[in-house]
C-alpha cells in the first residue's frame, strides 16, 4: 500500500509485481489439496497464449476489444469534489444511504446489497468464493466468460480443477439461440446437488438474455425445498453486467425471482466508468450476503469513502444517463448489424450489452488468426472467440470509443470479413 501509515486512507492503492519466465507456453501452479489456496489452486494460461495481446507490438487505432460503455459518458454528469471524504473508508457492505439508494432502484432492500470495490468480476470472485468455502459442486455456463470460470477454478469447489474442461460440469447453452434448456438444468441438479450454478444474463459473449431464467430459478426453489434440514442449499449466480444495456424488454433481477439467486452488476460495462470499479451484489438470502460480506471483510478490505461519494451522485443520475446510453447504444448497434448484413455475415442477434458476436465463414475458422490478421491489416483490434470457449467465432464492442470512430472501425472489420470469406470460396 502506498497509502500505509497516512491519514488518506480511501483510496486503497496497492501495488502487486509478479514475474513469469518469458515465452513460457504454459503455466501450471497447483497447491497441495485443501490447502490454503483451495482443493486445486490452477491458473492457465494457455488460452492467454493463443488469444493476441493486446498490448503487444504497437496499440491498434480501433479497440473494439474494449467491451464497456461510452468513453465519454463522464461528460454527461454533473459531479461534485468532497475531497474530505478521502480521509475515511467503509468496511462491509457499503454506506448505508447508497446501498438504499441501489436497493431501490432495483427492487431490494438495503439490506440485501453488498458493494464491493472492484467491479463485477470481484464481486463474482468474493461471491464464487463465500458460497464455495466448505466446498461442493460448481456448474458453469457455456460458452463462458473466462473470468467467471477463472474464479471457479481457484475457489474450494470439490471440481475446481477441471472447471471448463470437463462438460460434466458445464450447463450448455444452445447456438444459435444460447438459451438454457429446462432439462438440462433439472438433470444437472439431480446429478450434481451443485452448491452453485454460476450464469450471466445477458449472456456474456453473446448478450442474449435466458428467456426461461424464472422457471430455472422456480426448480431451484423446489429443489431446495426438498432438502433435508440442515443441508447446503443450491445457489444460483447471475452475472448481470450488462442488465443495465438491456434494449426492449426490462430483465428482472434475479435475486428478484428467487431467495436462492445472487446477483451482481456494475457501473462498468453499460456506464463505461470503469474506473471507478463500483461492484454490487444483491441477495434476498439472509445467509448468502452473511457469507459474502464475511468474505469481503475478512481481509480487512474497504470501500474507499471518496469513490462511494462520486458513486452516490452517478446513481442518482442513473435515469436520465441510461436513457442516453440507451439511444446511442440502438443508433450503434444499428449501424453495426446493418454492416454485418451487407456482407452477409452470421452473427447473434443480443438482447442487451454492447458487444456483438459473429461466427466466421466458412474455411476461417482460425479465429485467433483471424484477429491477427485484422489487426495487422487494418489496426481494428477484436477478441477472440476462443477467450470464452467459442472457437471460430469473433467478438467486437459498438459502444465505447466515439461514435463515428466505431463505425470507421465497423466497416473495415465488415469489408475484412467479405474479404476473407470471398477468398476461402
Not at 496499440?59 to 474494449?66: D, S, T
Not at 467491451?67 to 468496511?91: E, H, I, N, R, V
Not at 434448456?181 to 448478450?207: C, F, K, M, Y
Request: with cysteine; net charge neutral.
Amino acid at each position: 500500500s502506498l497509502l500505509s501509515g497516512s491519514p488518506v486512507t480511501a483510496c486503497n492503492i496497492g501495488h502487486l509485481v509478479c514475474h513469469f519466465p518469458p515465452r513460457c507456453p504454459h503455466v501450471s501452479m497447483t497447491a497441495p489439496a485443501h490447502g490454503p489456496l483451495g482443493s486445486a489452486y490452477l491458473m492457465d494460461f494457455t488460452t492467454r497464449e493463443r488469444s493476441p495481446d493486446p498490448a503487444a507490438g504497437p496499440p491498434a487505432k480501433y479497440g473494439l476489444n474494449i467491451s464497456d460503455g461510452p468513453s465519454d459518458t463522464w461528460q454527461q454528469l454533473k459531479l461534485t469534489m468532497d475531497f474530505s471524504t478521502m480521509a475515511y473508508s467503509k468496511a462491509g457492505c457499503g454506506f448505508h444511504a447508497l446501498r438504499a439508494l441501489v436497493a431501490s432502484q432495483h427492487d431490494l432492500h438495503a439490506d440485501q446489497v453488498v458493494l464491493i470495490n472492484g467491479g463485477t468480476s470481484l464481486c463474482n470472485h468474493h461471491v464464487i468464493n463465500a458460497l464455495l468455502h466448505y466446498g461442493g459442486t460448481v456448474l458453469v455456463e457455456k460458452p463462458a466468460y473466462d473470468p467467471l470460470e477463472g474464479a471457479c477454478r481457484v475457489s474450494h469447489a470439490d471440481n475446481a480443477a477441471v472447471i471448463g474442461s470437463d462438460a460434466t460440469f458445464q450447463i450448455p447453452r444452445h447456438a444459435p439461440g444460447f438459451q438454457i434448456l429446462e432439462e438440462d438444468w433439472q438433470a444437472a441438479l439431480e446429478r450434481h446437488d451443485p452448491r452453485l450454478i454460476v450464469v450471466s444474463n445477458p449472456h456474456n459473449p453473446t448478450g442474449i438474455a435466458i428467456k426461461n431464467l424464472p422457471e430455472l430459478l422456480a426448480r431451484v426453489d423446489d429443489w431446495n425445498a426438498r432438502k433435508a434440514p440442515g443441508a447446503p442449499a443450491t445457489y444460483v449466480l447471475v452475472d448481470e453486467v450488462y442488465r443495465d444495456a438491456s434494449l426492449g424488454k426490462h430483465i428482472p433481477s434475479a435475486a428478484v425471482l428467487s431467495p436462492w439467486a445472487v446477483n451482481t452488476f456494475s457501473l462498468t460495462k453499460t456506464f463505461g466508468l470503469s474506473g471507478v470499479r463500483m461492484g454490487i451484489v444483491c441477495s434476498r438470502s439472509p445467509d448468502a450476503i452473511a457469507a459474502i460480506l464475511a468474505y469481503n471483510t475478512v481481509g480487512g478490505c474497504a470501500n474507499p469513502g471518496f469513490l462511494e461519494h462520486i458513486w452516490m451522485q452517478i446513481y442518482e443520475q442513473r435515469p436520465p444517463i441510461l436513457k442516453w446510453i440507451h439511444e446511442r447504444q440502438i443508433e450503434m448497434l444499428t449501424f453495426a448489424l446493418g454492416e454485418l448484413d451487407r456482407v452477409k455475415a452470421t452473427y447473434y442477434r443480443p438482447d442487451g450489452g454492447t458487444v456483438v458476436v459473429v461466427k466466421l465463414p466458412a474455411g476461417c475458422e482460425d479465429d485467433v488468426e483471424f484477429v491477427s490478421a485484422l489487426r495487422k491489416r487494418h489496426s481494428v483490434h477484436v477478441t477472440a472467440g476462443n477467450f470464452f470457449k467459442m472457437t471460430g467465432h469473433i467478438r467486437f464492442a459498438y459502444m465505447n470509443l466515439p461514435k463515428e470512430e466505431t463505425k470507421a472501425a465497423i466497416k473495415l472489420f465488415a469489408d475484412y470479413y467479405a474479404e476473407r470469406a470471398q477468398g476461402a470460396n
